[in-house]
Nanobody
Framework: QVQLVESGGGLVQPGGSLRLSCAAP????????MGWYRQAPGKQRELVAN???????NYADSVNGRFTISRDNVKNTMALQMNNLKPEDTAVYYC??????????????????WGQGTLVTVSS
């Protein structure tokens, strides 16, 4: 199975902070674009932030100035620092990557892979 692993979600009060982490397994050996998506109850999944291999970043208007995305190309990890959280940020957050991965012995493919999601709840 080729899957990313998210961590760091939880319950936080409005105005608080959380840091989400995303780790890629060893079989993923080269990541191009990498980003975070979220899906709130009753809503469609939306892009929160993404980053290219070269470090260029892009943020949704709703989180710009509050969230910061970062990546480590050596360890194939990514983080999302979320500050000044609002109740509207409540959602399941998913890590996503477009990457080269080993899928079988001597075989590799360019894939889009996802994590299982981590729940962020912002409430008093």
């Amino acid at each position: 199975q080729v899957q990313l692993v998210e961590s760091g979600g939880g319950l936080v009060q409005p105005g608080g902070s959380l840091r989400l982490s995303c780790a890629a397994p060893e079989r993923i050996f080269s990541i191009n674009d990498m980003g975070w998506y979220r899906q709130a109850p009753g809503k469609q999944r939306e892009l929160v932030a993404n980053t290219t291999r070269g470090g260029t970043t892009n943020y949704a208007d709703s989180v710009n100035g509050r969230f910061t995305i970062s990546r480590d190309n050596v360890k194939n990890t990514m983080a999302l620092q979320m500050n000044n959280l609002k109740p509207e940020d409540t959602a399941v957050y998913y890590c996503h990557a477009a990457c080269w991965a080993t899928v079988a012995r001597g075989a590799y493919r360019y894939l889009e892979v996802w994590g299982q999601g981590t729940l962020v709840t912002v409430s008093s």
